[in-house]
């Protein structure tokens, strides 16, 4: 069964000064186990799409089903993890803390334990008890992926999730996040500007047009489950499809899987 499925989904906001259609006419799906990265212009629609996805905007046209159950409202079992990773983490909370904030419900024992295997998964074992504030901006995001993780959703949602951090982290970061969906078998739905990133990352890359975004292309990308940053980002495979979501980014001929 697919984990998420996104049929026909558009909206236009609405305003004094007229509406706005951000998307429109959205179709896919992504299965259980898949990482897919969407790509497409600045302003085309990006971040309304994940909006829509998690519950905060109800959309004008169209669903969006989350392992069959339709989307109203904000899903349970959904996590999502943001650019802005300053914004996201709570300062006033140690690294610990944070990562067993979405786990009220669960009991201390079980909170503690998932913070500790998530924390591990992200590399920071040792940092619990500091604060966000003590931390380089790459481990604050570290600490914002071990709190989705600890959450163990069905889907992590990942809107433009390595931009704030310097070209050496965002490697590192996209490594541990390809080593993570690896080991755990996670859902990921990734937004992304970044071509490179997209097909580095993605196992399928969904090309949006400009705005009103709709999908011109589903892409599958052959580069098997494990990836390097050079030998990888060398290969024909990577090159070839880099340029081709170029080309359809800058509004070149669809060529559908
Ligand atoms: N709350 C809102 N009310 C009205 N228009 C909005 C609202 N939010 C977004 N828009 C408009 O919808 C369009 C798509 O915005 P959105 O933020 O979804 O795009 P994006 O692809 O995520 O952008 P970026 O690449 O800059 O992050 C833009 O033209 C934006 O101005």
Same mark, same amino acid.
């Given at each position: ?79 999502v993890v943001f650019q ?15 990562v067993e904030f979405p ?48 959450y163990r959703p069905s ?8 931009? %704030?951090?310097?070209?050496? !982290?965002?490697?590192?970061?996209? $490594?541990?996040? #390809?080593?993570?969906? &690896?080991? +755990?078998?996670? @859902? ?20 949006? %047009?400009?705005?009103?975004? !709709?999908?011109?292309?589903?892409? $599958?990308?052959? #580069?098997?489950?494990? &990836?390097? +940053?050079?030998? @990888? ?25």
């Amino acid at each position: 069964m697919n984990m998420l499925e996104v049929d026909g989904l558009g909206h236009t906001y609405k305003g004094k000064d007229g509406s706005h259609t951000a998307i429109d006419g959205l179709d896919f799906t992504v299965g259980a186990g898949e990482l897919v990265c969407v790509v497409g212009p600045s302003g085309c629609g990006k971040s309304t799409l994940l909006r829509t996805i998690a519950g905060l905007i109800r959309p004008s046209r169209g669903t969006v089903s989350l392992h069959g159950t339709k989307v109203d409202g904000v899903p349970r079992d959904l996590a999502v993890v943001f650019q802005d990773y300053s914004r996201s983490l709570f300062p006033w909370l140690s690294v610990t803390r944070n990562v067993e904030f979405p786990l009220r419900s669960l009991s201390r024992t079980e909170r503690e334990a998932r913070a500790v295997e998530a924390l591990a998964a992200v590399g920071l074992a040792a940092a619990g008890k500091k604060y966000p504030w003590q931390l380089s901006g790459g481990m604050q995001q570290r600490v914002a992926i071990a709190r989705a993780l600890a959450y163990r959703p069905s889907l992590l949602l990942m809107d433009e999730p390595f931009a %704030s951090v310097d070209a050496q !982290t965002r490697f590192e970061l996209e $490594d541990l996040l #390809l080593r993570i969906r &690896r080991e +755990q078998d996670t @859902t990921v739905l990734l937004v992304t500007h970044d071509i490179d990133e997209s097909v580095y990352l993605g196992d399928r890359v969904l090309v949006l %047009s400009k705005s009103p975004a !709709t999908v011109v292309a589903h892409l $599958d990308v052959p #580069l098997g489950p494990v &990836r390097d +940053q050079i030998g @990888t980002r060398a290969s024909e495979d990577f090159v070839e499809l880099r340029a081709k979501v170029a080309g359809l980014l800058q509004g070149g001929p669809v060529s559908v899987r």
